[in-house]
């Protein structure tokens, strides 16, 4: 089965910094790549997804590469505020609808 | 669009006893409903996968008689966590696949705290 791992498990940026979250995945099936952002407690929330057939997304302050080659992508985050603080998730699936496998999460600390 | 109700949001049983959560699609069919697991300061687990009308597939290293997954129409499956103990407080999340545009979303989570 697909084994999906996540880099770092805790990053601290200063705010404004860029914060970036690197994922690579092991089954050359899966086609779907989305992140998540989950705050304690909480379901967690879609940011941004990819799908194989792009290499890179951008949705203002959020961006995330694929390198289908190499099986891994990766979440950048520029301009970081307060708010992004939470913990964000990789996953990959083979399908948008299909059952996920998650990386390990990472926790984003941005300092004011 | 697209909201999936869990139902509920938290609870707290004693050892031994069993606990029904509840996840509804309210604004569209769902033929198959994942169940994850999150463990404090975890990522989420698929538990199983559940169809409607039909037995959940169960991930390797998930007991299929201690969480009973019943999913008999197309907008509620629900998860049973029977004879519950300490060690099955968790965090459980489902998400509801729309068989129409055929992209799944979560539920709001439920916090099981068994004592």
């Known amino acids: 089965g697909e084994n999906v791992e996540q880099h770092p498990s805790t990053l601290s940026v200063q705010e404004g910094d860029s914060a970036v979250i690197k994922c690579t995945y092991s089954d050359s099936a899966s086609n779907y790549f989305p992140w998540y952002k989950q705050e304690l407690g909480k379901r967690p929330q879609l940011i941004i997804d990819i799908r194989s057939n792009v290499g890179e997304k951008k949705d203002q302050r959020i961006a995330v590469t694929l390198n289908k080659t190499a099986k891994h992508f990766s979440l950048h985050i520029t301009e970081t505020q307060p708010e992004d603080s939470a913990v964000y998730f990789c996953?990959?699936?083979?399908?948008?609808?299909?059952?996920?496998?998650f990386g390990g999460g990472t926790r984003l600390m941005v300092k004011p | 669009g697209a909201v999936v109700s869990q139902h509920p949001s938290w609870v707290i049983c004693k050892s031994g006893t069993s606990v029904k959560i509840e996840c509804r699609s309210l604004?569209?069919?769902?033929?198959?409903m994942f169940w994850y697991r999150q463990f404090p300061k975890q990522s989420l687990m698929l538990m199983a996968t559940?169809?409607?009308?039909?037995?959940?597939?169960?991930e390797q290293g998930v007991e299929k008689d201690k969480f009973l997954i019943n999913h008999a129409s197309l907008t509620l499956s629900t998860l049973t966590v029977t004879s519950a103990h300490p060690e099955d407080s968790s965090f459980y999340i489902c998400?509801?696949?729309?068989?129409?545009?055929?992209?799944?979303?979560f539920g709001q989570g439920t916090r099981l705290t068994v004592v």
């Open positions: 998400s509801a696949r729309d068989r129409v545009i055929a992209e799944a979303f």
């Open positions: 604004d569209f069919q769902a033929t198959t």
């Open positions: 559940s169809n409607e009308g039909s037995k959940a597939t169960y």
């Open positions: 996953a990959a699936s083979d399908n948008a609808g299909n059952m996920l496998t």
